[in-house]
């Protein structure tokens, strides 16, 4: 058994005892309470889940597995000579709870390296694609195809026992994690760079690698590192944690819950936002020809948009309260390597403009800038300028967290998800005091 799976194992004999314990003797204990505005409002709040992956507190934002952004950046093993941490090792800790040793990290980058081939069909069925596909649609359709080779799937059907349904669904995730860079390279370079295939190198680890098949040098293997990390986990409730989580429960193996939690990201109220946001700012890049636009110009292009019932991209967050620490970790980049950029410069006036006037309307809940609004600006400034790829890379990053959260979905034994709904003439004879 790999030492991964070794060490998941020996938690996971820690864990169920307290998810089975809390089931069976405080199952009653009520949490929370459902109004009539959360059931039309998207379940907004409503404490229903659970994960031990991640915490989004509204304030202070994301910890994964307890450490804040800043205290992952500085306490997992870094890439030598590398600002940032391996993404390897981000994995173990995603998974285990455990800060990698060293050894650790190398024994994780070893079992992608022997579980990174992708099969050929792939690349023919991407290649068959209109090439004007989304890249978004490409990278899921990739992965579908790929569900053949669950591991799970073919075991499931041979007949396993449910408490060891973790250790297929474990194999799967590792053998589509592994696969996820090269086939993300693939796609862009078959869209963009007229299908000048770049092939991997197994001596890079996971960020690296991604760098090298993109093609672009250094520090791009530090900011692949950076994006796959950030964009990770968001807790379980998001759009694209939640739907990977859902398919999973109905046993469908990892190939088809994360293919579906990607068709989920590719919305542009979610993860296609980062898109968008580079599209909008280009739109007034040219309108200004490339002048950098004054604090009223630019409350002028933030109004029209509003005006003609747009939302500002990259703002706003059902959670979150407060600047997105991921948008802060990511400013502090451009901060060092792009203060003088022409797009940072706008996205940093975005910062200085936009909360005052989204709070002045009165309707967002949260006027603040979220990851999507910094991220796509580092990518176009290292050479990454089809936005319409920014999702992708958010792709891959999603991938860890909601694998690693189907792993101990299963491992916990939690069962197909399935809440309760009414009609509207229930809600009226339950608003109007009928019932
Ligand atoms: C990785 C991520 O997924 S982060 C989010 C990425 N998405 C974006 O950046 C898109 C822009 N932002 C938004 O559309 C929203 O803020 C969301 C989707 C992120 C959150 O939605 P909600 O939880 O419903 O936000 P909230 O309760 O504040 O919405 C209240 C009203 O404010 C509006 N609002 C919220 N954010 C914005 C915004 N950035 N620009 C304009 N209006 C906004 C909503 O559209 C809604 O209007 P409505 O009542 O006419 O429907
Ligand atoms: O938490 C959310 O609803 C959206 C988000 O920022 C993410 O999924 O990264």
Request: aromatic fraction near 12%; glycine fraction near 8%.
């Amino acid at each position: 058994m790999s030492l991964l799976k070794e060490k998941l194992q020996e938690k996971i004999a820690i864990e169920r005892p307290r998810t089975e314990k809390l089931l069976k003797e405080y199952g009653n204990v009520k949490v929370d309470e459902v109004t009539i505005g959360q059931i039309i409002g998207g379940m907004r709040d409503i404490k229903s889940l659970v994960t031990d992956i991640s915490y989004l507190d509204p304030y202070e934002g994301i910890r994964f597995r307890g450490l804040t952004i800043p205290e992952v950046l500085e306490k997992l093993p870094k890439v030598p000579g590398a600002e940032m941490p391996y993404v390897e090792g981000f994995y173990y800790f995603l998974l285990t709870g455990d800060l990698p040793t060293e050894n650790e990290v190398n024994a994780i980058h070893e079992e992608f390296n022997s579980r990174k081939q992708v099969p050929d069909y792939v690349f023919k069925i991407i290649k068959s694609m209109p090439i004007d596909s989304h890249p978004m649609t490409m990278f899921a359709t990739a992965i579908m195809s790929m569900q053949k080779d669950s591991i799970f799937a073919k075991k499931y059907h041979e007949g396993v026992k449910k408490t060891d349904y973790w250790q297929y669904y474990f194999e799967d995730a590792l053998n589509l994690l592994a696969k996820l860079p090269e086939i993300a390279a693939f796609i862009y370079r078959l869209k963009y760079r007229n299908g000048d295939i770049i092939p991997p190198d197994p001596n890079l680890d996971f960020g690296g690698n991604f760098a090298h098949m993109m093609g672009i040098a250094k520090p791009y293997d530090d900011i692949s590192r950076l994006y796959f990390i950030l964009h990770s986990d968001h807790e379980s409730g998001n759009v694209s944690a939640h739907t990977g989580h859902l398919v999973a429960s109905a046993l469908s193996d990892m190939y088809y819950a994360i293919s579906a939690m990607l068709n989920g990201l590719a919305g542009p109220l979610h993860g296609l936002a980062n898109e968008e946001v580079l599209r909008w700012l280009h739109g007034v890049y040219a309108q200004l020809g490339g002048k950098i636009p004054t604090e009223e110009e630019m409350k002028k292009f933030v109004n029209d948009t509003l005006d003609a019932g747009k939302v500002i991209p990259g703002f706003g967050h059902a959670v979150l309260r407060k600047t997105d620490p991921r948008y802060m970790a990511q400013r502090e980049f451009c901060l060092k390597h792009l203060p003088d950029d022409p797009l940072f410069k706008y996205v940093d006036l975005l910062f200085k403009v936009v909360p005052d006037i989204l709070l002045a309307r009165g309707k967002a809940k949260n006027p603040w800038p979220n990851v999507d609004a910094q991220s796509g600006v580092i990518q176009w400034y290292y050479g990454v300028k089809e936005y319409d790829f920014y999702t992708v890379l958010f792709g891959i990053g999603r991938s860890l967290g909601v694998t690693a959260n189907i792993v101990w979905a299963r491992a916990l034994g939690y069962p197909i998800e399935r809440p309760k709904s009414l009609t509207t003439k229930m809600l009226e004879d339950i608003a109007f005091g009928k019932k």
